[in-house]
């Protein structure tokens, strides 16, 4: 059985730094594609950024470089370090995990973990 449990969501100050993690059970990191999704309160979810089963990233463009995804394929651990949070970074995030193609597009992973909250205000 496929689980993943996110952890390390907060409640951060503007220009504040979180690192998300998400640990995955049940399947391998290194042979399944990882995501990060959010969803703000009346919004879709949205793809954050994934990473390849070789370790080759892909960000949303409103990342812009403040945020970095990582595995620890040792671990079967998948990261989100977010640095310079912004307030409209507030959300819920979620990891997923798949194994068709390393999209931002939900309807394409499989497994869903349920979420940590990342809070950022002023």
């Known amino acids: 059985q496929v689980q993943l449990v996110e952890s390390g969501g907060d409640s951060v100050q503007v220009g504040g730094s979180l690192r998300l993690s998400c640990a995955a059970s049940?399947?391998?990191?290194?042979?399944?594609?990882l995501a990060w999704f959010r969803q703000a309160p009346g919004n879709g979810r949205e793809g954050v950024a994934t990473?390849?089963?070789?370790?080759?990233?892909t960000y949303a463009a409103f990342v812009k470089g403040r945020f970095t995804v990582s595995k620890d394929n040792a671990k079967n651990i998948l990261y989100l370090q977010m640095n310079n949070l912004k307030l409209e970074d507030t959300a819920m995030y979620y990891c997923?995990?798949?194994?068709?193609?390393?999209?931002?597009?939900?309807?394409?992973?499989?497994?869903w973990g349920r979420g940590t909250q990342v809070t950022v205000s002023s």
């Open positions: 049940g399947i391998s990191s290194s042979d399944y594609i």
């Open positions: 990473i390849s089963k070789r370790g080759i990233p």
């Open positions: 997923a995990g798949g194994d068709s193609s390393a999209t931002l597009t939900p309807s394409r992973y499989p497994h």
